[in-house]
T-cell receptor
Framework: DAKTTQPPSMDCAEGRAANLPCNHS???????VYWYRQIHSQGPQYIIH???NNETNEMASLIITEDRKSSTLILPHATLRDTAVYYC??????????????FGKGTHLIIQP | DAGITQSPRHKVTETGTPVTLRCHQT?????MYWYRQDPGHGLRLIHY???????DKGEVSDGYSVSRSKTEDFLLTLESATSSQTSVYFC?????????????FGPGTRLTVT
């Protein structure tokens, strides 16, 4: 799996868009980009994933650069409840479920009131 | 939120005793997973299941066993608890599809072995 690099921490004002970057310069053609977050003392939460195209769901948008070497997770209107550690993961969809998720250090996003 | 519950949510037990943690889902998903999360080690896969009575080992399976007799329940048993198994345990589920890294996690069980 390709290695990912994320800033260790970021601040964002409540109500503003939070843009979380992820670098995955060694990504291969069949690897997907996944984003998860973990709020303190809770289980990890799936946010979104994508391969090439930009994706949007009710939680966030995922922008993947054309060369796929980096991506940005966008929380359009951040709230205090979005304070969490955000993890960017690159994985091949194996179809077997044999590999578990592993998280790196992630980005600690702090939403300021 | 995906319908996943874990029980108990907190447990303190003594070294050498058996412990069973339960994961229950209401989503009818095929894949279920047990992870542990520890400071400095992050999230690690213990066992997973790809169907009723179909299970396999993950990265850190020693000292753990699992069973899945029904789609909705996945049990994790610590056969003889040790202090190194003090951890937070998370269950996760995944839809029946090739997108197996889209996983939904339960609230966790905090286990302390004294």
């Amino acid at each position: 799996d390709a290695k990912t690099t994320q800033p260790p921490s970021m601040d964002c004002a409540e109500g503003r868009a939070a843009n979380l970057p992820c670098n995955h310069s060694t990504i291969s053609g069949n690897e997907y980009v996944y984003w998860y977050r973990q709020i303190h003392s809770q289980g990890p939460q799936y946010i979104i994933h994508g391969l090439k195209n930009n994706e949007t769901n009710e939680m966030a948008s995922l922008i993947i650069t054309e060369d796929r070497k980096s991506s940005t997770l966008i929380l359009p209107h951040a709230t205090l409840r979005d304070t969490a550690v955000y993890y960017c993961i690159v994985r091949v969809n194996s179809g077997g479920g044999a590999d578990g998720l592993t998280f790196g250090k992630g980005t600690h996003l702090i939403i300021q009131p | 939120d995906a319908g996943i519950t874990q029980s108990p949510r907190h447990k303190v037990t003594e070294t050498g005793t058996p412990v069973t943690l339960r994961c229950h889902q209401t989503e009818n998903h095929r894949y279920m997973y047990w992870y542990r999360q520890d400071p400095g080690h992050g999230l690690r896969l213990i066992h997973y299941s790809y169907g009723v009575k179909d299970t396999d080992k993950g990265e850190v399976s020693d000292g753990y066993s699992v069973s899945r007799s029904k789609t909705e329940d996945f049990l994790l048993t610590l056969e003889s608890a040790t202090s190194s198994q003090t951890s937070v345990y998370f269950c996760a589920i995944s839809p029946t599809s090739r997108t197996n890294y889209e996983q939904y996690f339960g609230p966790g069980t905090r286990l302390t072995v004294t």
